[in-house]
């Protein structure tokens, strides 16, 4: 499998050290506007820089990290998307409703795989806890929440704490419930940040099934946690332990999980889609919805009311 990384910052450098050591994999190439960059991880990593998109997809490239600001996803996934490779986009899929939906209409046409990196779908707390809401266990799920805070990351600066970290839960949350969001309210602020740096966001899929979201940038440590309240009992889930604890009236039982870095788990997962066609966990449509319920969280606080969603 000959695949590429187009960005070489924090996160694209994890994606570049992944592929790296994948089995039947083939770091083709990492493509970077920084030249010395570029050059460097290149270097580091045995491949060959690119400094220009088009240039590294001449390459006859099996699929692509796309891992770029936010505000870039749109065009270089577009280049990615006509030169017939598939893809995986760091999340959200993109800056717009628009353009997401352009990408995804694209992708389908040019029979090209479009998957959008929700890195907690791929933590092995969460599809542990997926595989216990689905065998029954806990019953009816009736409400989710989560806590997702910790100290403000100053390299954050185009979007505010929803689009960044609240927008993870919220694709848990309608992942768990296999259910869409149809309404969200939010209450927010900006006290550290030129965006909203805290939010508490309800979220409701049924009339009696709810969702709640709290995140900030302003708590000393980092909290990343999820409960799940069903009829038959209650899962308490630690994203950064990945540790799922199951309580009923008899019995507390620590369910088995093995650890296992989220991203690793997620370029493989990408990679065997690619190779035998297995569907993919997070794709265009699940992401675009996580996009338009952040964006409805976001129109929410601004205008101090509930937002339905189609």
Known sequence: MRVAVIGGGAMGQHHIRIYSEMKDVELVGICDTDRKRAVSLAKSYNTVPYFDIKELL?????????????????SVAMDVINSGTHLLVEKPISDTLENADKMIHAAHDAKVKLMVGHIERFNPAVSK?????DSGMLGKIVSISSKRVGPFNPRI?????????????IDVISYLFRKKINEVYTIAGKDIHSFED???ILLKCDPNLSG???????????IRNLTAIGLEGVAYLDYIKQTVELHDETWIRTAKVEPKEP????????????SNGTPLISNGETSRHALEVAMAAIESYQKGKAIGIN
Do not use: C
């Not at 806890?129 to 809401?133: G, T």
């Not at 940038?217 to 980092?222: A, E, I, R, S």
């Not at 991203?263 to 690619?274: A, G, I, P, R, T």
């Open 129 to 133: 806890l997926k595989q216990i809401v």
């Open 58 to 74: 001449k390459h006859d490239l099996d699929a692509v990290s796309v891992v770029v600001p936010t505000t870039l996803h749109y």
């Open 212 to 222: 709640m979201v709290e995140t900030n940038w302003l708590t000393p440590h980092k």
């Open 263 to 274: 991203l690793k788990n997620e370029l493989e997962h990408f990679v065997k889609s690619m």
């Open 198 to 200: 805290h939010a508490s």
């Open 157 to 169: 600066r185009d979007v505010g704490i929803i689009m960044d970290l609240g927008v993870h839960d």
